[in-house]
């Protein structure tokens, strides 16, 4: 909860288009409820930008949940004007090959860790705001 508010903050702070939309945003599929981390949109990138926390390192299953909630944002709330979503999801560590392989094949825009695009914060600017807060 800690992590989350410090992120949240931080992402709100850098101004550079994010809007928040939602902490543990609820989706009801198949009439089972999942809970996304952090959900802001890009005025931008024009795009919904999915965050999920994990406390451990990567793990292959992340990139499966991560596109599924992917899925769910674009096909249920993403205005058809809007670019397909973008996930983020941040770990204490990760295995480049490990998550290259969980990723490979995956169309969706999803970074593990490291990831960068013009508008969003780098996992450097992260890491930095996350150390000055503790």
Not at 77 to 106: F, M, N, Q, V
Request: aromatic share 12%; with cysteine.
């Amino acid at each position: 909860s800690g992590l989350i508010d410090q992120i949240q903050r931080f992402l709100l702070e850098l101004g550079a288009g994010f809007a928040f939309v939602s902490r543990q945003a609820r989706l009801e599929v198949g009439g089972k409820e999942y809970f996304i981390d952090l959900l802001f949109y890009h005025l931008r990138l024009r795009c919904y930008v999915v965050i999920e926390l994990k406390a451990g390192d990567f793990r292959p299953e992340y990139a499966g949940k991560m596109n599924f909630y992917l899925s769910a944002v674009d096909e249920r709330w993403r205005h058809p004007d809007d670019k397909p979503s973008i996930g983020l999801i941040l770990c204490k560590g990760k295995h480049r090959l490990t998550a290259e392989y969980a990723l490979r094949g995956i169309s969706t825009p999803i970074g593990v860790a490291d990831w960068k695009t013009p508008g969003l914060p780098s996992i450097a600017q992260l890491e930095a705001e996350l150390s000055d807060g503790s």
